[in-house]
């Protein structure tokens, strides 16, 4: 078997990926070592010189060579040396090298003792053992020993009597010492930045050089890739690049077939192919790397105790299996095979799963091709026997195609055709009201700027039906909108459904408010001790009861406000409302909170911005909201920045974290209603998914708008608009006032209605 060098040398085009991106302060410590390393000796004779010198022309003359001190000394001087002569600098040892560093200072600090206390020279050797510190520490670290250093730099203090004088021009030395410390530090971050960026440097070369020399065969692929229709020659295509991107001894290209199981499509130099497949799909690199759909490495036998007894089996020392990954699923495996270890790496994996992900997808664009026909008569089956009303119009708005549902609403479907949209709603029997989005902004959205549309669909005749329509832009291959398809899903039970449910969450709500307020007290009044005394586990008890309570009539009041709202009969107040008081007001509540969770909160409110349209106590509940969710769904040393500044007679209220954000298919319907987005991470939070809702449809109540922008890991912003106080028309200070909402004979619909 051949050995990891010649597996190397026959691998010249090898260059390793850059490593991630650490601390500053850590990237870079190996060029240092390695110069600690070469003046090991300069430092271990600076020492032994130094030590050597003091015994025979300082402490011959000294009045304390005969002190005790003078043995541990002698040792400490001896273990100094041989410290700085061996230390391992070739790795990194911060424990070791502060016992060594704390060595040096204790030998320093005898060496003064001996020779004259305060009135030494020898204090100077404490510059060395800081600029020891400042090669091999970060700041931090650094400013720590020095802070050690300057503490034993005075211990003279504790065997000698010294004046003001003498203590004020030690202590004059400190500040030299920490301008010493800095300085150092700053100069070899200085050389280890340059080192950095010349090896940074040259390894973009090298990468450029692979990475060109790949492109290259893998753009050459792709052509051809791109100019076939047939599966046996993108077979062909995909063994030709494979053998130029890696080195290979045998390889296999493998197929599924309609029962799951890989079928053998191309094999070169393999003896027993149909081993390779029959062997147990647990232990079988093939299969493990379909089902994770992800390349499987094996450099040497001994590496994975599962592939171990496949590799002995089939006589190779490497192997690399990467999954044809086409659009939405495997339909196969490449593998390649070498006789030599550490034939493959991450990088051969990179590029081999990228040419199999051309390859398969040109795979599947044949397969599509074959089937296109019957596709298309599948899909015309299915438009014909939708339940839900299907309309198909072209670039200017005019209906081309009507399934034969949508005969129920707009009449025969003969008479549909090449008419705008609009006349064909005015088919329909009884009035069509559109909510949410109108039919020109729909149709606007939709066929002008390519946009996805929902809203809500009203059919108001003897009976009233809702529906909810979904407008799907159509666009041609190069992106161009071309059409639309409008669906009308009827959700006439849905809304019934929900108006129920509203109205039981409403009465269950006020039922259970009486009793929880009931117990509320009761509770207090037992922990006040008014029926009897209380022992203290008797407390811990009933603290937990009224935590609890307290927790379930915060929720009761949340459902209580949605069905207020839902009902359209919330209140509120247009008052002039400083933003800035009462967010300061919310992040005091919530510091607490913010501590316990190791959260830094930030108030961004300028002292000069334009009061606000609102009301008080509505706005400090949507802060509430806004700032409790920023901190409970921000990790430990996270950050929740408050913004607010006026943009065009608004305020533009922002809330900003730094935590685990939410997906984009989560995103859209986060303000829905009990909706919380599924994550472990989420699960661990208590709620009821209606903060965000109430929130918004506060905002609203106050001539505002709320929405949200998030990515997946870097964080969330919530961001909402009032009008500014100036800029509302008849500001009347201290008067109540009531949203637009619903007459009384339609609140039965609109109460019904999704969040």
Not at 117 to 146: H, K, N, P
Not at 302 to 328: H, Q, W, Y
Not at 473 to 494: E, K, N, R, W, Y
Request: with cysteine; glycine share 6%.
């Amino acid at each position: 078997m051949a050995s990891k060098a010649e597996a190397k040398a026959m691998r010249e085009r090898s260059v390793s990926l850059p490593s991630l991106p650490g601390r500053k302060g850590r990237v870079g410590r190996a060029e240092v070592r390695v110069l600690l390393t070469s003046t090991r000796f300069v430092a271990s004779l600076f020492w032994l010189t130094i030590v050597v010198a003091t015994m025979l022309f300082v402490l011959p003359y000294s009045e304390r060579n005969t002190s005790p001190v003078f043995p541990w000394f002698v040792v400490m001087s001896i273990a100094v040396y041989l410290g700085h002569r061996f230390f391992p600098y070739e790795g990194y040892h911060p424990w070791a090298f502060s016992l060594l560093l704390l060595a040096t200072d204790a030998l320093v600090a005898m060496m003064v003792y001996l020779t004259g206390g305060s009135r030494s020279a020898l204090s100077l050797l404490y510059i060395t053992v800081i600029i020891f510190s400042s090669a091999y520490f970060d700041l931090l670290e650094t400013l720590l020993f020095t802070t050690v250093t300057c503490a034993i730099y005075f211990a003279p203090y504790l065997y000698e009597q010294m004046d003001f004088g003498t203590l004020k021009e030690m202590a004059m030395s400190v500040p030299v010492y920490f301008l010493i410390a800095l300085s150092g530090f700053f100069v070899i971050s200085k050389a280890r930045e340059q080192e950095r960026e010349k090896k940074e440097l040259s390894d973009i070369i090298d990468r450029a050089d692979r990475k060109n020399r790949e492109l290259s065969a893998l753009y050459a692929a792709s052509i051809r890739f791109a100019s076939t229709l047939n599966p046996e020659e993108i077979i062909e295509v995909l063994e030709e690049k494979a053998r130029d991107l890696v080195p290979l001894d045998a390889m296999l290209i493998c197929l599924y077939d309609g029962d799951g199981d890989l079928q053998v499509r191309l094999s070169r130099n393999v003896v027993d192919e149909e081993s390779f497949l029959s062997y147990q799909r647990e232990a079988n690199p093939l299969y493990v790397a379909a089902s994770a759909v992800l390349p499987v490495t094996i450099s040497r036998t001994g590496e994975d105790p599962r592939f171990d007894p496949f590799m002995k089996e089939t006589g190779f020392a490497s192997m690399i299996c990467v999954p044809l990954f086409a659009s939405n699923s495997v339909i196969g495996v490449l593998a390649c095979l070498s006789r030599l270890e550490e034939a493959y790496d991450d990088d051969d994996a990179r590029v081999l799963l990228t040419l199999a992900s051309e390859a398969a997808l040109a795979l599947e664009k044949a397969g599509l091709y074959r089937t296109t026909l019957e596709d298309k008569s599948k899909i015309e089956t299915i438009i014909n026997s939708l339940t839900d009303v299907l309309l198909v119009l072209d670039r200017e708005g005019k209906v081309v195609l009507a399934n034969p549902s949508a005969e129920r609403l707009f009449g025969p479907r003969e008479g549909i055709p090449e008419e705008p949209v609009g006349e064909t709603f005015g088919r329909a029997e009884g009035e069509v009201e559109f909510r949410e989005v109108g039919l020109e902004e729909a149709l606007r959205a939709v066929l002008h700027e390519g946009r996805q549309v929902k809203n809500e669909v009203v059919l108001k005749a003897d009976s009233t039906t809702f529906f909810q329509a979904i407008w799907l832009p159509l666009q041609d291959p190069a992106g161009s909108v071309v059409g639309a398809v409008v669906i009308l899903h009827d959700v006439t039970d849905f809304v019934e459904l929900d108006r129920m449910k509203s109205n039981f969450i409403s009465m269950v709500s006020h039922e259970l408010k009486t009793p929880l307020t009931s117990i509320k007290g009761f509770v207090r009044l037992l922990d006040a001790g008014r029926v009897g005394p209380v022992n203290e586990k008797q407390r811990r008890y009933l603290e937990i009861v009224l935590r609890q309570t307290e927790s379930l009539t915060k929720i009761i009041e949340d459902l209580l406000d949605l069905s207020r709202i839902e009902a359209g009969i919330i209140e509120v107040r247009r008052e002039r409302v400083d933003l800035r008081e009462v967010a300061e007001g919310v992040l005091a509540g919530l510091e607490n909170l913010a501590r316990e969770k190791g959260v830094a909160v930030f108030l961004e409110i300028p002292d000069g911005l334009p009061a606000v349209a609102g009301d008080t106590e509505r706005l400090r509940q949507v802060f509430t909201n806004l700032i409790h969710n920023a901190i409970k769904f921000t990790p430990s040393g996270g950050e929740v920045r408050v913004r607010a500044r006026e943009e065009g007679g608004e305020c533009l209220v922002e809330v900003a974290d730094t935590g685990i954000g939410v997906s984009p298919q989560d995103l859209p319907r986060i303000f829905d209603k009990f909706y919380q987005v599924d994550s472990s991470t989420t699960r661990q939070q208590s709620g009821t998914g209606l903060g965000l809702s109430i929130s918004r449809e506060l905002v609203a109540a106050q001539g505002g708008r709320m929405w949200a922008e998030s990515e997946k890991g870097v964080g969330t912003t919530f961001s909402f608009t009032l009008p500014v106080w100036k800029a509302v028309q008849t500001p009347v200070s201290d008067s109540e006032w009531r949203s637009v909402y619903p007459t009384e004979g339609e609140l039965d619909e609109s109460s019904g209605r999704g969040g």
